[in-house]
């Protein structure tokens, strides 16, 4: 039976799931792999503290923020990515995306909730032939109990 490669758009949406399960799975690494081209915005209009560049900046944002529970080496999270919106412009090589977020946290201490929504607005730039975050901003709409998500 013969495979047919997949397009822009689902390798895209590809990253926006990989993303949820490597942070699911306390790979902060992984993540900060897939932003080796790109960056994270914190806020929109945030200022230069809130941009976290290439991998580096990544892996250290969620290095500070995340809490990683010893007996798992996860968070104890499920991040769920839905209504994704991909535009792909195959020529430029580029693309964007928007889509919702919510973050599911269940722990000892914590009874499965969901501990936040909202949307992000992603950017995409493929480079040698595979895709990659250009940019990430997160909006957060709806918060919960995140004191055992994160650090601070």
């Known amino acids: 039976m013969p495979s047919s490669s997949p397009d822009s ?8 799931h990989t993303y949820a399960e490597l942070i699911d799975a306390g790979d ?14 914190g ?6 503290e809130t ?13 500070f923020s995340t809490r990683i529970y010893e007996d798992t080496g996860t968070p104890r999270t499920k991040h769920v990515t839905t209504n994704a919106i991909i535009d792909v412009d195959e020529e430029a090589g580029t693309g964007t995306c928007r889509s919702y977020f919510t973050v599911l946290q269940a722990t000892d201490a914590l009874a499965l909730q969901p501990i936040i929504a909202g949307r992000y607005r ?3 730039h493929r480079l040698d ?12 709409d709806l ?6 998500h994160l650090k601070w």
Not at 51 to 63: I, S
């Open 28 to 41: 902060l690494d992984g993540v900060a792999d897939l932003f080796a081209h790109g960056r994270i915005h």
């Open 129 to 140: 032939g595979t895709w990659w975050f250009e940019s990430r901003t997160m909006h957060v």
């Open 9 to 16: 758009a689902r390798l895209i949406e590809n990253l926006l």
């Open 43 to 48: 806020q929109e209009g945030g200022g230069p």
């Open 143 to 148: 918060v919960g109990d995140l004191s055992h």
């Open 122 to 124: 992603d950017t995409f």
């Open 51 to 63: 941009v976290f560049e290439g991998r580096e900046g990544v892996r250290k944002l969620y290095g």
